[in-house]
C-alpha cells in the first residue's frame, strides 16, 4: 500500500488529495478562486497567488483529515510543477518542499498535463479497486491551456500527435464569451447559452489543416467576432451622449453560443477519430476543463468506435486526485525529485 499526498496549484483551484495506490481516493478537497477571478473576465495572477497562500494550508489539512491519514502513514507527497502560472506554482511547489523535508518524505513532481491524463485511471465510483489500464491508449486533452492529443505508450512513455498552433479550445471558449457578455468562466457560459440557440444558425468554419492532428481556433473566433461586430458596430448612432458604446440588444448571442461550440466540438471529435484509427488505440482518453462539457461529451461517446474513459466532471477540472494517480506510477519506478525541483511554467506535455 502506497499513499501520497498529493498537491495542485497551477492556476486558480488550491487543491490537495490523498491518493492510495494510484486510484484509490481517501480525499479530494479544492479550494476554488471562481468568484475573486470573475468580475476580472479571467484569471488575475497575482490575486491567485495570493489567495493560494492564504488557502494552502488549510487545504493540506482538511485533505489529511478527510482523509483519516497521519503524516507518518504517507509515502510520499507530489506536486504540480508546471506548466501554469509562476507565481501559483511556486506556492504549491515550496509548500511541497518543506513538507516533504519536515516529514522526510520523498518529493515527486508531476506535470499538470500528465495529471490530466491520470484522472480517467481513478477509482471515482469507489468499487475498492484500479480500473483496467489498456495501452496504447489516445488522449485529447482539452483546457483552457491546452488543446493536445497524446499517444500513452505506457507508464510515462507518451508521444504527442496533434495540438495547438494558437488558440487552446478553452481559451476560445472563454474570448467568444467575453465577445458576447455571457461572463466567466466561458465553457459553462457558453453551453448554457448554446441550449436555447440553433447549432446550424452560422456556418463558422472548421479548421481541418490537412492530415494534421493539430489544431486550430484562431480564425474560428475571428469569424465569431466578426458576426458579432455586424450588431455591435462602432459608429455615432450606437453611442450614448457621454461617447460610450452601447452594445445593441439584437445580438443573437444563444445562436452564436450554439454554432461556435458545435464548430468546436466537430473539429476535436473528427481529429480524435483519425488519431484514434492511425495508432489503432486500445481505449480513448477525453480529459481536461473542457471535457465537461456536455455536447462534447456525448458527441465522442457516440462518434469513438472504441473504448471511451471521461472522468466525472469534479475530476476534469484542476484538482490533486490526479497528481497523486500520476505521481505513483513515477514513484514505483523510482522518479522522484530533488529539492531544486524548479517550475516551468511554459512546458508543455515533454515527459520522455
Given amino acids: 500500500m502506497t499513499k501520497i499526498l498529493a498537491i495542485e496549484t497551477s492556476c486558480d483551484e488550491t487543491a490537495a488529495a490523498i491518493i492510495e495506490d494510484g486510484y484509490k481516493i481517501h480525499s479530494n478537497v479544492v479550494a476554488s478562486q471562481i468568484d475573486i477571478h470573475r468580475r476580472y473576465g479571467g484569471v488575475f495572477p497575482e490575486v491567485a497567488s495570493r489567495q493560494h497562500i492564504l488557502a494552502i ?6 485533505a489529511l483529515i478527510e482523509g483519516r491519514t497521519a503524516w507518518t502513514e504517507l509515502d510520499a507527497v507530489a506536486v504540480t510543477y508546471g506548466p501554469g ?11 511541497a518542499k518543506g513538507l516533504a523535508v519536515a516529514q522526510g518524505l520523498p518529493l515527486i513532481g508531476v506535470n499538470h498535463l500528465e495529471g490530466h491524463l491520470y484522472s480517467t485511471w481513478l477509482d471515482h465510483e469507489g468499487r475498492g479497486q484500479a480500473p483496467e489500464i489498456r495501452f496504447p491508449s489516445l488522449c485529447l486533452i482539452v483546457s ?3 488543446t493536445e492529443l497524446v499517444l500513452i505508450r505506457g507508464h510515462g512513455d507518451y508521444q504527442i500527435l496533434g495540438r495547438t498552433i494558437d488558440d487552446a479550445a478553452g481559451e476560445a471558449f472563454d474570448k467568444v464569451a467575453r465577445l458576447l457578455d455571457l461572463g466567466f468562466p466561458g465553457g459553462p457560459a457558453i ?4 441550449q436555447a440557440g440553433s447549432t446550424r444558425a ?7 489543416l490537412g492530415d494534421s492532428l493539430d489544431f486550430s481556433f484562431s480564425g474560428l473566433k475571428t469569424a465569431v467576432l466578426r458576426e458579432v461586430q455586424k450588431f455591435k458596430k462602432v459608429d455615432r448612432l450606437h453611442r450614448s451622449p457621454q461617447g460610450q458604446q452601447l452594445p445593441l440588444s439584437t445580438v443573437p448571442a444563444a445562436d452564436v453560443a450554439a454554432s461556435f461550440q458545435m464548430a468546436v466540438v466537430d473539429v476535436l471529435v473528427a481529429k480524435t477519430k483519425v488519431a484514434a484509427q492511425r495508432c489503432d488505440a486500445a481505449e480513448v482518453l477525453l480529459v481536461g476543463g473542457v471535457a465537461a462539457n456536455a455536447l462534447l461529451r456525448s458527441e465522442m461517446a457516440r462518434q469513438i468506435d472504441r473504448p471511451l474513459r471521461i472522468p466525472p466532471i469534479w475530476l476534469c477540472t484542476d484538482n490533486a486526485s490526479m497528481i497523486g494517480a500520476a505521481a505513483y506510477w513515477r514513484y514505483q519506478a523510482g522518479q522522484t525529485s530533488k529539492l531544486d525541483l524548479d517550475v516551468k511554467a511554459n512546458l508543455r506535455l515533454d515527459l520522455n
Fill in 144 to 146: 483552457g491551456g491546452h
Fill in 85 to 95: 502560472l509562476v507565481g501559483s506554482l511556486l506556492v504549491g511547489v515550496n509548500a
Fill in 202 to 208: 452560422y456556418d463558422f468554419p472548421r479548421a481541418r
Fill in 191 to 194: 453551453q448554457k447559452a448554446a
Fill in 57 to 62: 494550508s488549510t487545504v493540506i489539512q482538511d
